[in-house]
């Protein structure tokens, strides 16, 4: 059975850090893209972030670039998402998402319907 779990989330100030880790089970990511999504109360899910299958290749949103760094271990089959300088309006659930297809599209890399796999999510409140 192919999983992601996602883990890492919290309550954490504004300008703190947090570090999400999705770990695959069922599967090896190494043949997969990996994708970062955010979903707030009442907005619609919110690509932040792409990496590659071999990681040579990533992608970030505008309102994460900068702050946000995607990182994959595919020895320990584990992607990352280092997130600094958090604000309050990055608080929301935070989902992986992998696909196996190959996504040269690069307006496709932020689109939930691109990809075939998702963990349950992990909250993060970023609040004083």
């Known amino acids: 059975q192919l999983q992601l779990v996602e883990s890492g989330g919290g309550l954490v100030q504004p300008g703190g850090s947090l570090r999400l880790s999705c770990a695959a089970s069922g599967f090896t990511l190494d043949s997969y893209s990996i994708g970062w999504f955010r979903q707030a109360p009442g907005k619609e899910r919110e690509g932040l972030s792409y990496i590659s299958r071999s990681g040579r290749r990533t992608d970030y949103a505008d309102s994460v670039k900068g702050r946000f760094t995607i990182s994959r271990d595919n020895a320990k089959n584990t992607v990352y998402l280092q997130m600094n300088s958090l604000k309050p309006e990055d608080t929301g659930v935070y989902y992986c998402?992998?696909?196996?297809?190959?996504?040269?599209?690069?307006?496709?890399?932020?689109?939930?319907?691109?990809?075939?796999?998702w963990g349950q999510g992990t909250q993060v409140t970023v609040s004083s």
């Open positions: 998402s992998a696909t196996i297809t190959l996504l040269t599209d690069a307006s496709r890399r932020f689109t939930p319907g691109a990809y075939d796999y």
